[in-house]
């Protein structure tokens, strides 16, 4: 069980192969931008190529209007995001699929792909109304399936073996986070500091903020990116919380 001191914050705002570059090879000028980011604004997190790989598999869910969360694609037409993102606290309702949007490659005006959701999976046990409590962390996914196989297209992200979700394992967290909502930024100088309940949950030193649920937690081994699971959350001290891939494997299919 998580340590409740962990104080879990949601992240989501709103109702709110290739070619293996390391984050550093595809950084754009944000220069201007850092010169006059507040003193709090995190300046690990950088400002990535969305065209290049992988950064073209992760986008934004675009809720009908109402706020956006982080995913990935995770197979031809499947993507992988917080399941919380889905829920619309208003009407204590799900959002309709068919209003749910996944913009691959996000970059202000520009996109590597588009595709509505037909359909969606909401992991077993997930309660949208205790979001907040600890042992149902690892519930906090959701798979949507596009009507676009855009994975065939623009790759997808495979997933890492379970001995890589381990304290000290160097990682890369993406997100398309409330303060730079429109293009995606990377911190590549965190690491896992903790796993809890067999791996299925751990903590990152990375740093986050709103719009990045859902978003990729990536490692590099071999020479090739893989996912190790997604943000869910942050601490008080807004180091990332996360859902490893151990909750979900079972439900990709990419054959």
């Excluded at 379970?162 to 990682?171: D, L, N, P, R, Y």
Aim: glycine share 8%.
């Amino acid at each position: 069980m998580l340590n409740a001191a962990l104080s879990l914050l949601l992240c989501c705002t709103g109702l709110i192969y290739s070619q293996c570059n390391y984050a550093a090879d595809d950084l754009k000028n944000g220069n201007t931008w850092q010169a006059i980011a507040p003193a709090s604004y995190p300046m690990q997190r950088k400002w990535v190529s969305s065209n290049k790989h992988p950064w073209r598999m992760v986008g934004r869910i675009n809720l009908a209007g109402r706020g956006h969360c982080s995913a990935t694609l995770v197979s031809a037409n499947q993507v992988l995001t917080s399941a919380h993102c889905l829920w619309n606290s208003n009407t204590e309702k799900w959002f309709p699929a068919q209003y749910i949007t996944f913009v691959a490659g996000a970059e202000k005006d520009d996109f590597q792909g588009l595709s509505n959701s037909t359909d969606y999976t909401i992991a077993p046990g997930f309660d949208p109304r205790k979001l907040n409590t600890a042992e149902l962390i690892k519930h906090d996914w959701a798979l949507l399936t596009l009507n676009k196989p855009l994975g065939n297209q623009l790759g997808y992200l495979p997933l890492t073996d379970k001995e890589h979700i381990a304290s000290g394992q160097k990682v890369f967290q993406a997100g398309y986070r409330a303060d730079r909502p429109y293009v995606l930024t990377v911190e590549d100088n965190c690491s896992i500091a903790e796993t809890y309940a067999n791996r299925s949950v751990f903590r990152t030193s990375c740093n986050t903020l709103g719009g990045d649920s859902g978003g990729p937690i990536l490692i590099k081994h071999n020479n090739q990116w893989r996912l190790t699971g997604i943000h869910r959350g942050r601490t008080d001290n807004n180091q990332s919380l996360a859902v490893s891939i151990e909750n979900f494997r079972a439900f990709i299919t990419t054959d």
